[in-house]
């Protein structure tokens, strides 16, 4: 239950952490918030050469909000998303969804960027991130590129991000004002990994659907929000998509749920998260 | 693969020569000698390890030693300082209300709640049942931790 022994860098800027990464990134982990890889280190899970710990570089913690984006961080901490008021205003799905990752204690330390780069398909802010169509900016020594949510999370816990790059920041647009929202999950005890949930976002007759632990990424129900587009939502209709959702999703079952199970509940999720959201649409946030 | 770290634990320094992979909650106990902070799971889950750092409740066994470098840690040993035999008003509480049996959690639980004292007078028991659920006791079945919350926050806003 101790790592094994790694070489250890902690750079100031992000210059010094590309110019790391040019030279280790494939022997090396970024630790940012810690609280899924240090739990892999220490059962030795992960065992890499080196870690790069981004901790120390100022230029990264921030939470901003520019000409309506949202721009987070690399090392904005969970909890500082969950405090921000203009956050919590503006974009009041992310702050649901900051609401259920773990608890207070990992949240004070956890990072969004973090979350994000671990693309656990079963982690809340990946799945409102794509609900969100968020965008990522990922930098290398050749330059910077930005990545949709659509293209960013390739399958489990894997991302389109390269051994010698940086997820520097995520950009998310102000939803239309007014949308409905909703993010709902079940799980056994408050802060377990839920075992089915959904994003949802309403405006303008526009749906859209992202499923939480139903595939290897977070998933966008694309077929349902077709099929409601413009649609009345009900009980009826949010079943019917609910429906829709996971007809072509086979979650993985465990000890803790089946399979079958789970894209039960997922359905369920989709269509509570889809009537929360007819509830709030068209409200101003409080 | 090691390298020389100062770390300000409940006002105190400690200058330490430790191998990088060294996590802070090992630091706590074997090199500064404060054993009042326990470890559990030593993977995020327990809450045992729980400390303040800057003021916030954290996992020290989530935590290298060398990055708490910079930053002030808290840990259970502080809680009375300067107070002497007496228990800090949420010890005490944990005491009269039953809220520990083998004590191995408590810890963890108190640098947890500790920071929400203040306001904790004006939650309802499913927000403290909420606040506490990154801790886990074996003992008790939470109910006498509630108590002991709900007393020490009373007891704190009434400023006895």
Same mark, same amino acid.
């Given at each position: 239950? &101790? ?13 010094e ?6 030279e280790?990134?494939?022997?090396? &982990?970024i630790?940012?918030?810690g609280?899924s ?5 220490n059962?030795?899970l992960?065992?890499p ?6 901790? $120390?570089v ?5 939470? $901003? ?13 969970q909890?500082?998303?969950?405090q921000?008021?203009?956050a ?11 609401d259920?990752?773990?608890? +207070? ?24 991130? +794509? ?7 990922? $930098? ?11 293209e960013?999370?390739?399958?489990h816990?894997?991302t389109?991000i390269?051994?010698?790059e ?11 004002? @007014?949308?409905? #929202?909703a993010?709902?999950? #079940? ?12 994003a949802v ?24 929000e ?7 939502i ?17 979650p993985?079952?465990?000890i803790? @749920?089946s399979?079958e199970?789970?894209?039960r509940?997922?359905?369920?999720m989709? &269509? ?8 709030r649409?068209? $409200?101003?946030?409080? | ?7 300000? /634990?409940?006002g ?15 630091? /706590? ?5 404060l054993?009042g ?5 030593e993977?995020?889950?327990?809450g045992?390890c ?5 003021g916030?409740?954290?996992r ?5 030693a ?5 930053h002030?840690l ?8 300067g107070?002497?035999e ?11 209300s ?14 947890? /709640? ?9 939650l ?5 049942r ?7 006791c074996?003992?008790?079945g ?6 002991? /919350?709900?007393?020490?926050a ?7």
């Amino acid at each position: 239950m &101790k790592p094994a022994p790694f070489e250890y860098r902690d750079p100031r800027t992000v210059d010094e952490v590309i110019d790391v990464l040019a030279e280790h990134g494939e022997d090396s &982990k970024i630790l940012a918030g810690g609280q899924s890889l240090v739990p892999l280190l220490n059962f030795r899970l992960a065992q890499p050469a080196m870690l790069v710990d981004i901790n $120390r570089v100022e230029e990264l913690s921030f939470l $901003r909000c520019s000409a309506g984006v949202l721009t987070i961080g690399a090392t904005c901490r969970q909890a500082t998303l969950e405090q921000s008021i203009f956050a919590q205003a503006r974009w009041p799905l992310l702050g649901e969804a900051v609401d259920l990752v773990a608890h +207070s204690q990992i949240r004070n330390r956890g990072t969004v960027g973090g979350s994000a780069a671990h693309a656990d398909p079963a982690a809340e802010l990946p799945v409102a991130l +794509s609900c969100l169509d968020a965008r990522f900016n990922i $930098r290398s020594a050749s330059g910077t590129r930005t990545v949709g949510a659509d293209e960013f999370f390739s399958t489990h816990l894997t991302t389109v991000i390269e051994p010698d790059e940086l997820l520097v920041s995520i950009e998310v647009d102000p939803p239309p004002a @007014g949308a409905g #929202y909703a993010f709902c999950e #079940y799980s056994r005890r408050h802060g377990d990994f839920a075992l089915g949930g959904a994003a949802v976002q309403l405006a303008d007759g526009e749906v859209r659907i992202a499923l939480l632990g139903a595939s290897d990424t977070p998933l966008r129900a694309t077929e349902a929000e077709q099929a409601l587009a413009g649609q009345q939502i009900d009980a009826e209709t949010a079943a019917e998509a609910g429906e829709l959702a996971v007809r072509e999703v086979e979650p993985t079952g465990d000890i803790h @749920g089946s399979g079958e199970y789970r894209r039960r509940l997922t359905a369920t999720m989709v &269509k509570r998260a889809l009537l929360l959201a007819a509830d709030r649409d068209g $409200r101003e946030a409080a | 693969m090691s390298r020389k770290v100062t770390l300000e /634990i409940n006002g105190e320094r400690y200058e330490r020569e430790v191998e990088e992979r060294l996590l802070l909650s090992d630091f /706590i106990r074997h090199e500064a000698g404060l054993t009042g902070t326990h470890v559990g799971c030593e993977h995020g889950v327990c809450g045992a390890c729980t400390v303040q750092l800057d003021g916030e409740p954290v996992r020290s066994c989530l935590l290298l030693a060398v990055q708490a470098e910079g930053h002030q840690l808290r840990t259970v040993e502080d809680l009375n300082a300067g107070m002497g035999e007496e228990l800090h008003p949420l010890q005490q509480a944990f005491h009269e209300s039953h809220g520990l049996q083998c004590g191995f959690c408590t810890p963890g639980f108190l640098m947890s /709640i500790e920071p929400m004292l203040n306001t904790a007078a004006d939650l309802d028991e499913g927000e403290i049942r909420a606040a506490i659920s990154g801790n886990l006791c074996r003992c008790t079945g939470y109910q006498n931790i509630v108590s002991a /919350i709900q007393l020490a926050a009373t007891r704190m806003q009434d400023g006895s």
